[in-house]
């Protein structure tokens, strides 16, 4: 479903005013034809049951969605970044003790697939397998906690996709008519020829589209014209950030048209119910795995069933590209069919490379999987959700990455757990001496971490994940002022007069080490795995920490700390050495304050 288009969504589909009673048979891409106002229409009473704000629940489950990513190539980078955040997001709500259901998938359907498998000598079926499962070992490798994986060939899915369908046919909604113009088979759209290249070429693939002329079913999108007015007005948190309702907005005003939801054309997809000789138009057979996922377990599975196992979804998390299909054409499907709407839809920004659009033309294209592997999981997980400002573009660069994860990880974090724990050992035979509650008193050191804690909490809440990476590396930060400004190994040379007090900065410094490793778990879960087990703690016991443990004294007296050991170790960028074969380590200069943040995001 995802990284479909790349260009511009605007003109993705080409649509039509309805065609009630009197619509016309057949219809040019070139012609305006206009058809009586869509307030004249009467919408049924159960098209619509549930509004978008609505007293929420505290036993619902949050229910969050990537897109299903679509399968006519490898995983990319755009991808990653999507269900990362997704990951972080949900891992959050499940420290706030939140049942989650964390969905993501695969859109396996349409002409680019089957084309995509010829090119590679296979059958379709063949190679949706195959990447459908390179999303999975990637996801694997990203350390991804998803609940539900949907794939839009399982046979559950589309016996929700036929079924919702009989429901918007049943409702008035699906008509047949000519489709005639000009196709982008890698898009899978019909293009509108002014935003044709010379040759009426695709300015986004650079190829010519070709002419056809098909006889397809359209869904009604002018109905729900009105209803989707009011939904943006009294709901503005229904699409975030502000800027995308805006745009969304935008386009609901200038007028919606109905949309082609099959092809005649295309072999590989689920057939159209009442005319096997057409398949459903990809959207509207991916958009339903949201729904279908809730089935995954049900042998004999229905709509029903399937939306009362977690529907309506709490967040819909896409990149910009798709925001239409989500925020316009979904909504406007579900009240067709009498379900509830999702309570959000969040879209992102893209990534560049080196302030540079990625694509395999340039040669820059930035492979997650060789990411992963150069520098581990939690680096490319905290990097992009650190240096990007969630919602906005960003931008990557090796030098920058290298840079952040080093001061962040490897200095700020990983250098005060380890010397603090140094110290500790040498010391204090590495125990603590007194409860870290009682260790604070008096301090404002504590308040700083609260304070933090509190920051990171709201931000996380907000969806800003660039700033809930900040406030907890603020509180790593402050713990390395404070150790730094007490002096705890000058204190321990004086004998037992400098003990106790050098004693309650180390429990001190731990202590905030002990609430980083909880406040960050969402974005680098190994890392904080790590702190955790330094501290002391079994695996079992950091897989069962909720976000009330960030509250200060969690630290008691004769609790043990493991052996000190690095918990991230500096990334060592290897160079060659201009005219000569030899190579060389360049190591970035190891900085003590926090490097200045760059703006590397812009609004699209």
């Not at 619509?48 to 969050?64: G, H, I, K, Q």
């Not at 991916?286 to 995954?296: D, F, I, K, P, T």
């Not at 409860?435 to 050191?445: H, L, M």
Request: glycine residues 6%; hydrophobic residues 35%; neutral net charge.
């Amino acid at each position: 479903m995802a990284c479909r288009i790349q260009y511009s969504i605007q003109n993705s589909l080409r649509l039509f005013s309805s065609p009630y009673p009197n619509f016309p048979t057949s219809l040019k891409l070139s012609q305006r034809t206009r058809f009586r106002d869509s307030k004249n229409y009467l919408l049924s009473k159960a098209a619509f049951y549930c509004s978008c704000r609505t007293t929420e629940n505290t036993s619902d489950p949050f229910v969050l969605t990537t897109p299903l990513y679509y399968v006519n190539a490898p995983p990319h980078m755009g991808s990653a970044y999507t269900t990362i955040a997704a990951d972080a997001i949900a891992r959050f709500q499940r420290l706030l003790g939140k049942k989650v259901i964390f969905i993501t998938g695969t859109d396996e359907h349409g002409e680019k697939i089957s084309t995509a498998a010829v090119e590679n000598g296979s059958s379709p079926k063949e190679h949706c397998d195959s990447v459908s499962q390179a999303y999975k070992s990637l996801w694997t490798e990203l350390n991804i906690s998803y609940d539900k994986f949907i794939r839009t060939t399982d046979p559950n899915h589309e016996a929700i996709v036929k079924e919702f369908y009989a429901k918007v046919l049943a409702n008035g909604d699906i008509y047949r008519a000519d489709y005639e113009g000009l196709y982008c088979v890698n898009c899978e759209e019909y293009k509108d020829e002014k935003e044709l290249l010379e040759n009426n070429c695709c300015p986004m693939h650079l190829k010519p589209c070709l002419h056809r002329k098909e006889d397809n079913y359209f869904f009604a999108l002018s109905k729900y014209q009105k209803r989707l007015e009011d939904i943006l007005t009294e709901n503005p948190d229904f699409v975030q950030p502000s800027f995308r309702l805006n745009e969304v907005q935008g386009w609901v005003k200038s007028g919606l048209r109905d949309f082609s939801i099959s092809r005649a054309s295309v072999e590989w997809g689920i057939p159209v119910p009442n005319d096997p000789k057409q398949t459903i138009y990809v959207w509207f057979d991916a958009l339903l795995g949201y729904v279908s996922a809730l089935s995954e377990d049900e042998k004999q599975p229905n709509l029903e069933t399937a939306i009362s196992s977690g529907w309506p979804a709490t967040l819909h998390l896409i990149g910009k590209d798709i925001l239409r299909f989500h925020a316009v054409y979904w909504p406007a499907m579900l009240m067709s069919a009498g379900v509830s709407l999702p309570k959000k839809v969040f879209g992102h920004g893209f990534l560049t490379k080196d302030g540079l659009k990625m694509g395999k033309s340039l040669g820059n294209t930035l492979e997650p999987t060789d990411l992963v592997r150069r520098f581990g999981p939690d680096a490319v997980r905290y990097f992009f959700l650190r240096e990007v400002e969630f919602g906005n573009d960003g931008d990557y660069s090796e030098d920058r990455f290298v840079n952040i994860i080093n001061a962040n990880l490897a200095n700020t974090i990983g250098n005060l757990l380890n010397r603090t724990l140094g110290l500790l050992r040498k010391n204090c035979q590495s125990a603590i001496s007194v409860d870290s509650a009682i260790a604070a008193q008096g301090t404002a050191f504590k308040d700083t971490v609260e304070k933090q804690v509190e920051k990171a909490r709201q931000h996380y809440e907000n969806l800003e994940l660039s700033s809930a990476c900040e406030a907890v590396l603020q509180i790593a930060n402050a713990g390395n002022v404070y150790i730094n400004e007490k002096a705890p190994w000058s204190l321990f040379k004086q004998g037992d007069s400098g003990f106790e007090a050098a004693s309650k900065d180390l429990v001190i410094a731990l202590e905030a080490m002990r609430i980083v490793a909880i406040a960050l778990s969402p974005i680098t879960p190994t890392l904080s795995s790590n702190i955790y087990s330094q501290l002391g703690y079994s695996e079992d016991q950091f897989n069962a920490v909720t976000w009330n443990d960030t509250r200060w004294g969690g630290l008691k007296q004769g609790d043990t700390m493991a052996e000190p050991m690095p918990v991230f170790a500096r990334i060592e960028v290897e160079t060659e050495v201009k005219n000569t074969s030899d190579v060389i380590t360049k190591e970035p200069t190891k900085k003590k304050e926090k490097p200045k943040t760059e703006k590397k995001a812009v609004e699209a």
